[in-house]
């Protein structure tokens, strides 16, 4: 007699969620006895990945790319045949802007904290007492163990000292989490640099020897291309390619759920006029939605306090003479400590050099901060205005842009603040007990990265699977 087939709904078309569905269908390949469905609320696969064509320019409205080191995503576009699709950033160099100067990224310095003497002791960045402040590192002893959680503030300060943090660290990580350092979990967001002042007795050192040992482990690699990966097609080609890769018939768009419901060992999977009942779901939406969907169980608690902010981009498209830069780089990011309602802008035609036609500049603007998003609901021409303004004071922009995207995300970009990683580990031993064959993904989680979400989504599939084959 036949083992009717094993039912895992996954919720959530986004990264996360397609990383998921493409790992269940290469078990079902394998021969696993499985069946899936994957729901999507909007029209369209992606999240927050989203790609504009427009008169021979690939603007990015979301992520532009990913850290190449972190190889999950480039092994699934390969699992899918999409490899000779990738291809590394055109150039390396990032800048700072303090006041309105721009100062090239030491070189050496990983995530901001320098790791070459000489170029760090150069930099106009810093002052003299800056400067010495930041090698106190190299004889100050470590205070917090691992298992603690402090903020990312706290530890750099302590370590490297507040120009370091402030003109060199903050301005880059805000670019990742756009958050509050002295609020961010060093836990939830670089254990590894605790482990690093732990093993090696400082942060400097333990990044130095970490940096030397990736060298010679990938010099090849690295001389062929930079530290980004994106898709000659934008990234959003990469969405489409994973969608053709899953059977037809187990996507559905426009599915918006009401709630999911334990009934027994199973979970009904609730819909306005319909409902599909499944022995184990992945769900990968956003975290204030996923509490709803469960009736708002006080087990979720945690995911409607979480704390998000609110960004928006602005790409504009202009005649390459109308932007004359003088700077070989990616583009730059801006200390806080200033007066610039930008917090970042990326030289998108220099960082990527097939995402413009000849002879045109396509630049990038980032604004929104924690705290500080107001900006983000004004109207796209005043959100044009003051990033033209800002960048105005850098180099001389003539006239207006041929065309402008604003692209606003409203509390998209979750805030893992300290104790984050404690409540995320309570959260899934209570579901664990509440609802088993239940798994939670995604960007609120473990990592917001794109290669992050790929880990939890992939993560989460073969905990599905592994449960639906223990009920059999």
Known sequence: MRTLKKRIGIIGGGITGLAAACHLEQAIASGANIDYDLFEASNRLGGKIRTEYRN???????????????????????????????????????????????????????????TQLKPFLKTGLLSPIGKIVALKDLVLPSVTESDEDISLGHFFRRRLGDEVVDYLIEPLLSGIYAGDLDRLSLRS???????????????????????????????????????????KRGLESFVDGIEA????GTIYKNACINEIVKNENRYDVQFMNDSRRYDSVIVTTPAPVVGQMFNDDQHFSYLNEMKATSVATVAMAFKEEQVPLPYDGTGFVVSKKGDHIITACTWTHKKWKH????????????????????????????????????????????????????????????????????????????????????????????????????????AAAKDALMFVKGSL
């Open 355 to 458: 995402t413009a036609p000849e002879g045109y500049a396509l630049l990038r603007a980032y604004v929104g901060r924690t705290n500080d998003s107001e900006i983000v609901d004004q109207s796209d021409e005043q959100i044009v205005k003051a990033a033209l303004d800002d960048l105005k004071t850098i180099t001389h922009i003539e006239g207006q842009p041929e065309f402008f995207y604003v692209t606003r995300w409203k509390e998209a970009m979750p805030q893992y603040e300290v104790g984050h990683s404690f409540k995320v580990e309570k959260l899934t031993e209570d579901i664990e007990k509440t609802y088993p064959g239940v798994y939670l993904a995604g960007g609120a989680y473990k990592g917001i990265g794109l290669p992050d979400c790929i880990d939890q989504g992939e």
């Open 189 to 231: 967001t670089f254990p590894q640099f605790q482990k690093m002042v732990e093993e090696h007795g400082s942060l400097i050192k333990g990044i130095s020897k970490q940096r030397t040992k990736n060298q010679r482990s990938t010099k090849s690699i690295e001389k062929k291309q930079g530290m980004f990966l994106s898709f």
């Open 245 to 248: 890769y899953l059977q037809n």
């Open 56 to 114: 021979g320019f690939i603007i990015e409205r979301g992520p532009d790319s990913f850290l190449a080191r972190k190889q999950s995503m480039a092994r699934l576009a390969k699992e899918i045949g999409m490899e000779n699709e990738l291809l590394a950033n055109d150039t390396g160099q990032a800048f700072i802007l303090k006041g309105e100067t721009l100062h090239p990224m030491p070189e050496g310095a990983v995530m901001g904290i320098p």
